[in-house]
C-alpha cells in the first residue's frame, strides 16, 4: 500500500526557507499516471493546494505562491521535495504531500500524515 | 479565480440523513471530489468524479453534482462521521489548478 511521509524542521525563521521533503513508499514515483504534490492547512483553516510535479519534473504552481514555491522530483530517491522562501508567520501550517491521481479529473489520494512548520524567530 | 463554497458548520442527529453543499459557478460542469477529515489527521478521500466511492468508504457516502451545487450524502449518520469536509475540484487548463472547498464541520449530536 502507498504511504508518504514529509520530513523536515518544524520551526523555520520569519524571511527564511521552508524545506520539506516526501518520501514515497510501496510504490514508485515514477508512475506515469500520477502526479506529486503539496497542500497546506493553517491551524483551524481550510486546505490550499501549492503545488504538483510529474516525475518528469514538470511542475505547476498556485499562482498565489507561484514566486516564492520550488518543488523537485528525485526519482532515484523516491522522493519530491518542497521549497517556500522569504517565509512569514502567515506560512505557519500543517504541510501535506499526496498522490494526485491523473484520471481526465485530479484529486488527491493518499495523503501524508502531515508536518506542522512553524514560522517564528 | 475558481471559488468554492460550503456551509462551515451542520448538525445531524445519528441515524439521519447529513447532505454537505458544495456551491460553484455551473459546478455541474466540472467533476468533484471530496475529503473527510478528522481532527488531527490528514484527509482522506470519501468519493472521486462526482459520485464514485473509494474502495473501503461506506455505501453511506454518495456524491452528486448538477447546476451550481454538488453534494456530498451522509445516509445512517454514525458518531464516527463526525469530521471536517471538504470539496475539490480541477481546473485543466494550463495552470493545472485544484480549488477546495472552504470546508463543512459536520457534527452528530
Known amino acids: 500500500q502507498l504511504q508518504l511521509q514529509e520530513s523536515g524542521p518544524g520551526l523555520v525563521k520569519p524571511s527564511e526557507t521552508l524545506s520539506l521533503t516526501c518520501t514515497v513508499s510501496g510504490g514508485s514515483i515514477r508512475s506515469g499516471t500520477y502526479y506529486w504534490g503539496w497542500i497546506r492547512q493553517p491551524p483551524g483553516k481550510g486546505l490550499e493546494w501549492i503545488g504538483s510535479i510529474y516525475y518528469s519534473g514538470r511542475t505547476y504552481y498556485n499562482p498565489s505562491l507561484k514566486s516564492r514555491v520550488t518543488i523537485s522530483v528525485d526519482t532515484s530517491k523516491n522522493h519530491f521535495s518542497l521549497k517556500l522562501t522569504s517565509v512569514t508567520a502567515a506560512d505557519t501550517a500543517i504541510f501535506y504531500c499526496?498522490?494526485?491521481?491523473?484520471?481526465?479529473?485530479?484529486?488527491?489520494?493518499?495523503w501524508g500524515q502531515g508536518a506542522l512548520v512553524t514560522v517564528s524567530s | 479565480s475558481y471559488v468554492l463554497t460550503q456551509p462551515p458548520s451542520m448538525s445531524v442527529a445519528p441515524g439521519k440523513t447529513a447532505r454537505i453543499t458544495c456551491g460553484g459557478n455551473n459546478i455541474g460542469s466540472k467533476i468533484v471530489h471530496w475529503y473527510q477529515q478528522k481532527p488531527g489527521q490528514a484527509p482522506i478521500l470519501v468519493s472521486y468524479g462526482d459520485s464514485d466511492r473509494p474502495s473501503g468508504i461506506p455505501e453511506r457516502f454518495s456524491g452528486s453534482n448538477s447546476g451550481n451545487t454538488a453534494t456530498l450524502t451522509i445516509s445512517r449518520v454514525e458518531a464516527g462521521d463526525e469530521a471536517d469536509y471538504f470539496c475539490?475540484?480541477?481546473?485543466?487548463?494550463?495552470?493545472?489548478?485544484?480549488?477546495f472547498g472552504t470546508g463543512t464541520r459536520v457534527a452528530v449530536l
Open positions: 499526496a498522490r494526485i491521481i491523473a484520471a481526465g479529473t485530479n484529486w488527491f489520494d493518499p
Open positions: 475539490q475540484v480541477w481546473d485543466n487548463t494550463g495552470d493545472h489548478l485544484y480549488v
